[in-house]
């Protein structure tokens, strides 16, 4: 996968906005989104497949990847781009056997060999935080702060993503300590504006991959 696409990744979660989530989507998408992740771990089967299949109509619209938090059998159901996984979901190579080529895998470690492990496995990038306090992800943990952010994007052969409590005010700090995006979920869909915050965060970041 381009780490391009990892600029701005919205991850998109029923139980966390304000507002439809189509609408919500699609208005990150017009503010500059370069990735979605569909993570929504509350709705029966049915439905988070229609989620799932109109939220990638929206994404192939914008030639934009989307993924599913996950759910293999969503992501593969929907002709999703790919899957993010945590460490106790599916193995990297086992999900690598059943999906086609090109399909990406992005993985959420816990641990610096984590970090390590799904280098060599095969993850095409890695999910890493919470970077600053969050309260979108009930299991996300204890905020690892910058420096050990940094210190765990420095370690990583795998292109990284920040995730976790990240918004305008800070944006520019995740990326200056080696992140090539910043993933956000309330920071757009609490927003009372998508589109405009989604602007903004774009612009933060791209102001800071590029000093």
Not at 39 to 58: F, G, M, N, V, Y
Not at 151 to 180: D, E
Request: net charge negative.
């Amino acid at each position: 996968m381009n780490p391009e696409n990892l600029r701005l990744y919205f991850v998109a979660d029923p139980q966390h906005v304000t507002g439809d989530l189509i609408t919500t989507v699609r208005e990150a998408l017009a503010g500059g989104a370069t990735m979605i992740q569909l993570r929504a771990k509350t709705l029966t089967d049915r439905d988070l497949l229609h989620l799932a299949t109109q939220i990638r109509q929206e994404c192939t619209r914008h030639e934009i990847p989307f993924v599913v938090n996950d759910r293999l059998d969503i992501a593969l159901a929907s002709a999703a781009d790919g899957i993010h996984l945590g460490v106790d979901d599916l193995p990297i190579p086992e999900v690598r056997n059943l999906t086609p080529p090109g399909f990406i895998i992005g993985y959420s470690p816990d641990t610096q060999e984590d970090i390590h492990q799904a280098s060599i496995l095969g993850a095409d990038y890695l999910g890493i935080g919470p970077v600053f306090g969050t309260a979108t992800k009930a299991d996300a943990g204890t905020a690892l702060g910058l420096d050990e952010f940094a210190n765990r994007c420095r370690i990583s052969s795998r292109p990284v993503v920040g995730i976790g409590g990240i918004g305008p005010a800070n944006a520019h700090t995740v990326v200056q300590a080696g992140a090539k995006g910043i993933a956000v979920v309330s920071a757009i869909s609490k927003a009372n504006d998508p589109r405009a915050a989604a602007r903004e965060l774009a612009s933060i970041t791209n102001r800071a991959l590029a000093d």
